[in-house]
């Protein structure tokens, strides 16, 4: 175990310091850093061990109980996602199980659509209410037209449920608005696609290269503790970044590129790793197809070439290609998740595949690695999901050919549209799609053709106040989900169990959609009489032992070869069963199949292109109304380059200077709520950057309403991905203004 506990303050507080900018509120992450390390021996608790549902990781978390109460939340040390340390986000969990903003009992639209007028109903009339609107949605329209979207783990009852009732349209906005792109770039390029976790080898590379992916800001758990392991080892970190992120604060090589030309700089790295023969010249002979027309495709893609596009010197090009391809093998380039972008994201993210195939790095210690799960017997049920339509979410005749899952924005789309065909009831679980989808305006269109609208959350987000139906589900800490069976480098299976009591009327994601299966006639899809039967059968019929996997919270497998060096022999689950260099998929669909740059229009003078990103101590949207972690971070800010700053009409009388507030207007005249500036140097000029998830609008969520600012409701124009139907959010445009007094 090389990461000490120093070493994840370190990074921990840098990455406090940076976004609020603040001693006392580095201090303060700090020191929930600190609280995490606490030994998990109690004075008088109960300890019981679940997994962490702040966002969507699932560390293994060992929860504290005194006196019925939740008193603190730490890393469960058998756990491998958090091996004992949780992120900031993690320990906050109880600001979640106690917040007084919680939906606490069933409720029915009494009022307009969106006006948010609910009457408190039992939930047995709530129920009713919601199988018999669907049952009669069903005789009018098909099953079809029901759409289920939904995010986290316990949506998988819900999943259940909308297939055993007739409908394949289930989308996650995980897909579209998240990792869409980078499946679809290493399905076509290795066969295997990305996954969650990552197949990558952080801890053993010699050298890091994240193309935006910003860990540390970023806190997906395992890999920033990775992280900080890889760079206590001497590591070398390339960032390419418009922003100097907290990873870029660890790098050898930042290269502030100018936003979306990334494609022409790995082009241009490939160009020299060819030309000057640095690429793994027997790897590449045994496993990759395509190479000969890779090398004439990037013959004339020079750092001279790259260098106007992406405003990177040629030498800083070729000095960081000659570092990246000298760590070969263990050189790993991280895949990115959120990669929805500019709408060529598939592109980008195939050029980030192929340059791992030349760097040797599939199935390379330090590199792309395999990952395994553990055999996990079924409960038996009756058949479901069998004979259902073709999903609603793709325009016809032209497809998205490459999409793997269903499209959340594709479900928006015919909902408006009527197109291919209509949908009429969205089931919206643990999704906030009205700050998830791009432009919000067209989401509540598309909501106001709905004949009905279910949510279940634990919070009155704002697709809350959309609904007609509102579920309130007990949070993570006060129920049972399924098992989770992680594909991962080190196999395991996960238990989610009650910590206390469900709070005030919630109940349980399973319960709820049980008792729907009930009243709908399709309760054989859920058979078992409680998910704790469930769980039981399952790991008993599995061979594991059930006593151990409630107590640990976790169930390891066995050590399975996840590289070569421990003797993996490499295979690929492409046409060709080679890497595909060259994907003769994406050529005969008129794809292209070799990445190609392509230029994105750039802002109008006066405007800034507006980009997003995380902050450590939140997870979207999601986490703002928590106590524990508001008291963090209240309010988001916008990042003006200094010189910029000083060039903005209307400030000619008093620069703007950090702290000022100020409102964007976007290309189409829409505005923001007031936000803080950040002026700083660690930003382009030609770009603003907040972090996604604060400006709530929604009546009840009391604590974060009106703080900071939205940038889903900035984000107007997307650009869809010909390739996968990804929404690339990036290409909005903004000027800044003085708010007003
Ligand atoms: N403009 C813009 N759009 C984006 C992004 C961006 O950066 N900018 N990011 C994109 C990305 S990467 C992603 S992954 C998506 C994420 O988008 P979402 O999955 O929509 O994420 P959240 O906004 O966190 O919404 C989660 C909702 O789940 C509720 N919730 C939390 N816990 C539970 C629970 O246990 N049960 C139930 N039933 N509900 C729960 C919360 O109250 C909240 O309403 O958004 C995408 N959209
Ligand atoms: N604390 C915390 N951690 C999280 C989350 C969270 O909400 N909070 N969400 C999780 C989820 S669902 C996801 S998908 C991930 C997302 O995290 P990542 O996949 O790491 O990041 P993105 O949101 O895609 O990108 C943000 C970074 O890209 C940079 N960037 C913007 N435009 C460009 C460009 O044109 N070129 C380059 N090279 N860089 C650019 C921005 O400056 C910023 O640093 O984070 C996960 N981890
Ligand atoms: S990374 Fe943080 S928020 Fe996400 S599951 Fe792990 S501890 Fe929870
Ligand atoms: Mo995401």
Redesign the pocket.
């Known amino acids: 175990m090389a990461l000490s506990r120093r070493q994840f303050i370190k990074i921990g507080s840098v990455a406090a310091g940076a976004v609020v900018g603040g001693e006392l509120l580095t201090n303060s992450v700090c020191s929930l850093h600190a609280h995490e390390f606490v030994d998990p021996g109690t004075d008088g608790d109960t300890i019981v061990p679940t997994f962490c ?1 702040l966002c969507f990781w699932k560390c293994g978390v060992l929860a504290h109980v005194k006196d019925g109460r939740v008193t603190k939340i730490v890393g469960n040390p058998k756990h491998p996602l958090s091996n004992g340390r949780l992120c900031p986000r993690g320990t906050g969990g109880h600001g979640l199980l106690y917040d007084p903003d919680r939906l606490k009992k069933p409720m029915i639209r009494t009022s307009r659509r969106g006006e948010q007028v609910f009457e408190e109903v039992s939930w047995e009339r709530a129920l009713d209410e919601v199988a018999s609107r669907m049952q009669d949605i069903k005789a009018r329209h098909g099953a079809e037209a029901l759409a289920l979207f939904t ?2 783990f ?1 949506g998988s009852f819900f999943s259940k449920l909308v297939k055993g009732y007739g409908s394949p349209n289930i989308a996650a ?2 897909y579209a ?2 990792r869409g792109p980078r499946e679809a770039a290493f399905e076509i390029t290795d066969g295997r696609g990305g996954g969650s976790p990552e197949g990558i080898d952080i801890r053993n590379a010699g050298c890091i290269t994240l193309i935006g992916a910003h860990l540390g800001e970023n806190m997906h758990n395992t890999q920033v503790q990775e992280f900080a392991d890889a760079i206590g080892n001497g590591a070398d970190v390339v960032v390419v970044d418009p922003r100097y992120s907290i990873a870029a604060g660890k790098a050898r090589y930042w290269l502030p590129i100018k936003p979306g030309t990334d494609i022409a700089l790995l082009l241009a790295w490939m160009n020299v790793i060819i030309t000057e023969k640095r690429y793994d010249v027997e790897y590449i002979d045994k496993y990759a197809e395509g190479f000969e027309r890779l090398s004439k495709h990037v013959e004339d893609k020079t750092p001279e070439w790259a260098y106007p596009l992406t405003g990177i010197k040629p030498e800083l090009i070729r000095n960081s290609a000659r570092l990246i391809s000298g760590h070969r093998p263990n050189s790993l380039i991280h895949p990115g998740r ?1 990669t929805t972008w500019y709408g060529d994201d598939t592109q980008r993210l195939r050029a980030v595949a192929i340059l791992a195939a030349l760097l040797g790095s599939y199935g390379r210690k330090g590199g792309f690695i395999l990952q395994s799960s553990m055999d996990l017997p079924k409960y038996p049920s009756i058949k479901n999901g069998d004979g259902l339509a073709e999903s609603a979410d793709k325009p016809t005749p032209s497809h998205y050919p490459m999409a793997s899952e269903v499209l959340a924005s594709g479900l928006c789309d015919a909902t408006i549209d009527g197109a291919p065909y209509e949908a009429k009831a969205w089931m919206v ?5 009205i ?2 989808l ?1 432009n919000p305006q067209r989401t509540i269109e598309a909501i106001q053709k709905l004949e009905l609208l279910v949510a ?4 009155p ?1 704002e ?1 809350v106040g959309w609904a007609d139906i509102v579920l309130p ?1 007990s ?2 800490l006060e129920r049972y989900d399924d098992l989770w069976s992680a594909t991962y480098k080190e196999p395991f299976i996960a238990v989610r169990q009650p910590v206390v009591e469900p709070m005030y009327d919630s109940k349980p ?1 399973w319960w709820i959609a049980k008792e729907l299966a009930n009243r709908l006639g399709v309760g054989g899809i859920f058979p078992w009489k409680d998910p704790l039967e469930n769980i039981t059968y399952r790991l008993e019929k599995g061979g594991y032992d059930v006593d151990a996997a409630l107590r640990d919270g976790v169930i390891l497998g066995d050590h399975v070869p996840v590289s070569t060096d421990e003797g993996l022999e490499l295979r690929f689950d492409t046409p060709s069963g080679k890497i595909e260099l060259f994907s003769q998929d994406m050529e005969m669909a008129g794809l292209g199949g070799l990445p190609d740059y392509t230029a994105h229009d750039e802002p109008p003078p006066g405007m800034f292109r507006l980009l ?1 990103g995380r902050a450590p101590m939140h ?4 986490t703002t109304n928590n106590r524990v972690l508001g008291n963090l971070m209240d309010e988001n800010e916008v990042w003006i380059n200094v010189m910029a700053a000083k060039a903005l009409p209307g400030f000619e009388d008093k620069p703007l200077r950090t702290g000022d507030y100020v409102v964007l207007e976007n290309q189409d005249g829409v505005r923001s709520n007031q936000v803080r500036a950040k002026v700083t140097e660690r930003i382009r000029g030609d770009a603003v950057f907040m972090v ?2 604060f400006g709530h609008t929604a009546k009840g969520l009391t604590y974060t309403r009106n703080k900071g600012a939205s ?2 409701a900035l ?1 107007t124009r997307y650009k869809v991905d010909p390739v996968m139907g990804g929404t690339g ?1 990036n290409v909005n445009f903004v000027r800044v203004m003085r708010a007003e007094a």
Request: with cysteine; hydrophobic share 25%; aromatic share 8%.
């Open positions: 549902e995010h986290g316990g906005p995980s608005q998240c959120h679980y643990g999704t906030n799609l700050h998830a791009p279940i959350d634990v919070l987000a697709i589900e949070t993570y994601g997003t997870t979207f949207g999601r996604h998830g940038d889903s984000t959010m």
